[in-house]
């Protein structure tokens, strides 16, 4: 009895060490979060990225284009290949590692993602979007069905987008989407290479300090590094599917 008793006091004691560290790191965290936000507004623009050296892209899409980074890479960088960006997606090119691809832009609204009728079948190696699906007024199965019917036999589309995320327009905001709803919209492709999320419970803490669109550095001492490196599957603020036709 008395080792059953002592053995509870020690986990109950290192539990509470445990409950300790992470209420210290925390509140760490939260404090580096707030001098990062004060000098952004003490320091703006160039001059305070510069301080923290080179730099990604903002909190909410810095992981998922980490996670992108040369997914459609080969030897050739895309060459000879044809590519589709729709709304303003080429930005994902680069990230893809296809830059050498013959980029065809699709914009809205003199083109629409689930109607791209004037792109005839099997047209095209790649297909992509880079948070569009959310701002679909229509059926989203319809921009899977499209990027389908566009691609080359093994082509591949890529789509990003969100699930926990405020409203926002671009002009109108519809839909939320988790890696599983990405899944099941893609059924009807050969393979799902990938189909991800990233986000946690700090990004909100970033947003209520005014750092949701200040760009991450690539340091990873700096505070947004380490929010960047914690994702709560349960928590996904971006979503994003890679399919091959």
Same mark, same amino acid.
């Given at each position: 009895?008395?080792?059953?008793? @002592?053995?509870?006091?020690?986990?109950?004691?290192? @539990?509470?060490?445990?409950?300790?560290?992470?209420?210290?790191?925390?509140?760490?965290?939260?404090?580096?979060?707030?001098?990062?936000?004060?000098?952004?507004?003490?320091?703006?623009?160039?001059?305070a990225?510069?301080?923290?050296?080179?730099?990604?892209?903002?909190?909410?899409?810095?992981?998922?284009?980490?996670?992108?980074?040369?997914?459609?890479?080969?030897?050739? /960088?895309?060459?000879?290949?044809?590519a589709?960006a729709?709304?303003?997606?080429?930005?994902?090119?680069?990230i893809? @590692?296809?830059?050498?691809?013959?980029?065809?832009?699709?914009?809205?609204?003199?083109?629409?993602?689930?109607?791209?009728?004037?792109?005839?079948?099997?047209?095209?190696?790649?297909?992509?979007?880079?948070?569009?699906?959310?701002?679909?007024?229509?059926?989203?199965?319809?921009?899977?069905?499209?990027?389908?019917?566009?691609?080359?036999?093994?082509?591949?589309?890529?789509?990003?987008?969100?699930?926990?995320?405020?409203?926002h327009?671009?002009?109108?905001?519809?839909?939320?989407f988790?890696?599983?709803?990405? /899944?099941?919209?893609?059924?009807?492709?050969?393979?799902?290479?990938?189909?991800?999320?990233?986000?946690?419970?700090?990004?909100?803490?970033?947003?209520?300090?005014?750092?949701?669109?200040?760009?991450?550095?690539?340091?990873?001492?700096?505070p947004?590094?380490?929010?960047?490196?914690?994702?709560?599957?349960?928590?996904?603020?971006?979503?994003?599917?890679?399919?091959?036709?």
């Open positions: 009895m008395t080792q059953t008793k @002592g053995g509870s006091v020690t986990t109950t004691m290192k @539990g509470l060490i445990r409950a300790g560290f992470r209420i210290l790191d925390s509140g760490l965290l939260i404090l580096g979060l707030v001098l990062v936000a004060a000098s952004s507004v003490l320091v703006r623009g160039h001059v990225l510069r301080l923290f050296g080179p730099h990604g892209a903002h909190i909410t899409r810095y992981a998922m284009y980490r996670a992108l980074e040369g997914a459609l890479a080969d030897e050739k /960088r895309g060459a000879g290949k044809k589709l729709i709304s303003h997606s080429a930005s994902l090119v680069p893809l @590692g296809i830059e050498s691809a013959d980029i065809t832009e699709a914009n809205y609204p003199e083109h629409n993602i689930i109607d791209l009728n004037t792109f005839p079948n099997s047209a095209f190696d790649f297909v992509l979007s880079d948070q569009v699906l959310e701002h679909i007024a229509g059926n989203p199965q319809l921009a899977f069905d499209e990027s389908l019917r566009v691609l080359k036999p093994g082509g591949i589309a890529v789509h990003t987008t969100c699930f926990i995320y405020p409203i327009y671009g002009p109108s905001d519809f839909w939320r988790t890696p599983d709803a990405l /899944r099941y919209l893609a059924r009807d492709f050969s393979e799902i290479i990938t189909a991800d999320g990233w986000g946690n419970r700090w990004v909100w803490i970033t947003q209520a300090l005014g750092l949701l669109f200040v760009p991450v550095p690539d340091a990873k001492w700096h947004l590094q380490r929010v960047v490196a914690r994702n709560d599957r349960l928590w996904p603020v971006s979503t994003w599917i890679v399919a091959r036709k």
